[in-house]
């Protein structure tokens, strides 16, 4: 059992996010989104840490390119718009209700098609960009059987409540580490997984170049694409300046074979971490710079 301090820690981000859940359900749109950019603005200037560690991250990046105060003004924009990301992905029973297609368009969806056609499966490869969620709820509610692996929340309570909501949007979550089987059930199904590998986790990975700099990304997408025969197709959703979103369909990544199967996997991981960095440099507002994505470095241990 967890300590009391982090019981009653965690029974009050839980209350909070229930009571925040029901309020920004109950506000229209527009004025739901300006509560959480003015919250998400306040935040940035309280939390000390979580701004410092966005501002460090932004300057790993474009240190070369922008100067301090632009990248910390990129900073602010960052997390303003996970403010109303949050808004967006709270309220998915009512954008469903009205029509996904009303708040979503898609470009490129004929290489998804495309790629369904020849029956081996799709691995949609996207980010914590945008608005992930939503991009999930358009696969489905647009007529593609759809599977996603995603982390966990650290509390089940709120683990339930993103499950819930990825659930009444038409796709499965699959938890990460716990759905092999699942995962090669919905390929070999000619379904869409769709996977999200942005980020620096506990699973195995390469070493390749991210904005310039060594970043340890998981090798499970080209695992699957090469023994599975598997489309793996970049895919991106980001929110446009007229409020609605647009996701893009990336071309395909053609697979390097040439039976140096550890080389090849550095190869293709480098291609798909390629079109991860052209969608954030496109949007750089709308990734998740908070997070460590250069932790582990090369020599250091996985």
Known sequence: MAPLAK???????????????????????????????????????????????TIRHLTLAYGSEKSPAQIEALAGAVWRHFGVMAVDAIRLPRILAAGINTLVEAQGVERLRSALGRGRGVIVLTGHFGNWELFGAWVAQNGFPVKVVGTSAYDPRLDRI??????????????????????????????????????????????????????????????????????????????????????????????????????????????????????????PEQWVWMHERWKKQPGEGV
Not at 47 to 53: F, I, Q, V
Not at 238 to 259: A, S, W
């Open 7 to 53: 019981r009653i820690k965690n029974d009050l981000i839980y209350g909070l996010v229930v009571g925040l859940i029901a309020l920004l359900r109950l506000l229209p749109r527009g004025s739901a989104a300006a509560l959480m950019r003015g919250l998400a603005g306040a935040g940035f200037r309280l939390a000390r840490k979580e701004r410092e560690k």
């Open 162 to 283: 993103i499950v819930g909501l990825r659930n009444s949007a038409g796709y499965t979550n699959i938890a990460r580490g716990k759905g092999t089987r699942e995962i090669i059930r919905t390929l070999r199904d000619n379904e869409v997984l769709g996977m999200l590998i942005d980020q620096d986790t506990r699973v195995d990975g390469v070493f390749v170049n991210f904005f310039g700099r060594a970043a340890h990304t998981a090798v499970g997408p080209v695992i699957l694409a090469q023994k599975m025969g598997c489309a793996l197709l970049p895919a991106f959703i980001h929110l446009k300046e007229d409020g609605r979103y647009l996701i893009e369909f990336d071309e395909e990544i053609t697979l390097t074979t040439t039976g140096d199967a550890a080389q090849d996997q550095v190869v293709n991981t480098q291609k798909i971490s390629d079109a991860y960095e052209r969608a954030i440099r496109r949007h």
